[in-house]
Nanobody
Framework: QVQLVESGGGLVQAGGSLRLSCAAS????????MAWFRQAPGKERERVAT???????YYADSVKGRFTISRDNAQNTMYLQMNSLKPEDTAVYYC????????????????WGQGTQVTVSS
């Protein structure tokens, strides 16, 4: 198991930017596929962005072109740069670690964070 702690959430106006961080401990994240999820009240959890151990990235259509996922294995940290934020991006954002893309798709995680709130005002 890897322990994950998100930070960087907050309140921002529409059009603004935030950078979320996901700090890992207990294990190095270099071999893990990592992902950001979000969940808004009354809505299903949505996978926002994924980064493989090799650095390949995937994005939900709803954030493509606005969000950028990255990882710094030396710092054992993953990031989500969020630009051009919209009110519909308001949610609790979670980071997750898994053995591979298939595990993420199957909901089998080795680590799951406690979440950080992002609120975008109109």
């Amino acid at each position: 198991q890897v322990q994950l702690v998100e930070s960087g959430g907050g309140l921002v106006q529409a059009g603004g930017s935030l950078r979320l961080s996901c700090a890992a401990s207990g294990r190095t994240i270099s071999s893990y596929a990592m992902a950001w999820f979000r969940q808004a009240p009354g809505k299903e959890r949505e996978r926002v962005a994924t980064i493989t151990s090799a650095g390949g990235t995937y994005y939900a259509d709803s954030v493509k072109g606005r969000f950028t996922i990255s990882r710094d294995n030396a710092q054992n940290t993953m990031y989500l740069q969020m630009n051009s934020l919209k009110p519909e991006d308001t949610a609790v954002y979670y980071c997750a670690a898994a053995k591979g893309l298939g595990y993420i798709g199957s909901g089998i995680f080795d680590g799951w964070g406690q979440g950080t709130q992002v609120t975008v005002s109109s």
